[in-house]
């Protein structure tokens, strides 16, 4: 693994493969939840969906917590049921949830089946975490064109700093609702997990704080970057 500090207060990560990567990222999570749970009492955590994180999701549910005072939340969602293939509540719950003794109470999905998800939400975050609502980490994904969350390249909801949530059009085929820029940037933590040659371009401009790409927006004081050895090649660090 190769490790180092950036200027911004950031730790970047560097590990060989994408499974060695997804390990890393679980490690860091568990340590976050026992350090969160000894300091607070609880962990409250928002997850991302996609490809990438699910095997970070199995590892994770291999680790000894006390998962009943785990809150967990959502970074983001597609507007579609359930039970739908494309469902990152779906995922996570075959990935994680259903392997772990989290208590149904406090498992937090985004009820994209109701008229106002966005507001309900928000409503959701500030009853369980104060007003305004700060979460102990968001675990963040990032795509090729630069997106994280659900906050897309030249999106009205990269401008919003009055809302911790938010409904964001169609992209890649569906609806979404995302958090917000200001709710993650009050996240105690911040984990990125980045792997595949198709990320390089995308890693490069994070690193280099490009505001052309939404995840630059994001704040990067108190993040650990986990990047596998593909999506880091177009670095230039040996």
Same mark, same amino acid.
């Given at each position: 693994?190769?490790?180092?500090?950036?200027?911004?207060?950031?730790?970047?990560?560097?590990?060989?493969?994408?499974?060695?990567?997804?390990?890393?990222?679980?490690?860091?999570?568990?340590?976050?939840?026992?350090?969160?749970?000894?300091?607070?009492?609880?962990?409250?955590?928002?997850?991302?969906?996609?490809?990438?994180?699910?095997?970070?999701?199995?590892?994770?549910?291999?680790?000894?917590?006390?998962?009943?005072?785990?809150?967990?939340?959502?970074?983001?969602?597609?507007?579609?049921?359930?039970?739908?293939?494309?469902?990152?509540?779906?995922?996570?719950?075959?990935?994680?949830?259903?392997?772990?003794?989290?208590?149904?109470?406090?498992?937090?999905?985004?009820? %994209?089946?109701?008229?106002?998800?966005? /507001? !309900?939400?928000?409503? #959701? @975050?500030?009853? &369980?975490?104060?007003?305004?609502? =700060? *979460?102990?980490?968001?675990?963040?994904?990032?795509?090729?064109?630069?997106?994280?969350?659900?906050?897309?390249?030249?999106?009205?909801?990269?401008?919003?700093?009055?809302?911790?949530?938010?409904? %964001?059009?169609?992209?890649?085929?569906? /609806? !979404?609702?995302?958090? #917000? @820029?200001?709710? &993650?940037?009050?996240?105690?933590? =911040? *984990?990125?997990?980045?792997?595949?040659?198709?990320?390089?371009?995308?890693?490069?401009?994070?690193?280099?704080?490009?505001?052309?790409?939404?995840?630059?927006?994001?704040?990067?004081?108190?993040?650990?970057?986990?990047?596998?050895?593909?999506?880091?090649?177009?670095?230039?660090?040996?």
């Amino acid at each position: 693994m190769e490790r180092r500090a950036l200027s911004d207060g950031a730790t970047l990560e560097i590990l060989p493969d994408a499974s060695s990567a997804a390990q890393a990222a679980a490690s860091f999570v568990a340590r976050e939840a026992t350090r969160a749970i000894a300091e607070r009492g609880m962990f409250s955590v928002a997850l991302s969906g996609g490809s990438t994180p699910r095997p970070m999701f199995e590892l994770l549910a291999h680790e000894e917590l006390p998962w009943e005072r785990v809150q967990l939340f959502q970074v983001d969602e597609r507007v579609v049921p359930l039970d739908h293939p494309d469902s990152n509540a779906r995922q996570l719950r075959e990935a994680l949830l259903e392997r772990v003794p989290v208590p149904e109470r406090n498992l937090h999905m985004m009820p %994209v089946d109701e008229s106002d998800p966005a /507001a !309900r939400y928000a409503a #959701t @975050l500030r009853s &369980l975490l104060g007003e305004p609502a =700060v *979460l102990d980490m968001v675990h963040l994904g990032l795509g090729d064109d630069g997106h994280t969350a659900s906050l897309v390249p030249g999106d009205l909801a990269l401008e919003i700093d009055d809302a911790d949530v938010a409904a %964001v059009p169609p992209y890649r085929g569906h /609806a !979404r609702i995302s958090l #917000t @820029l200001p709710m &993650l940037n009050r996240a105690r933590r =911040v *984990l990125w997990l980045v792997s595949g040659s198709g990320k390089q371009r995308a890693l490069a401009k994070l690193l280099a704080r490009d505001p052309s790409v939404p995840a630059s927006l994001v704040s990067r004081e108190r993040a650990l970057i986990v990047a596998d050895r593909a999506s880091a090649g177009g670095l230039g660090w040996r």
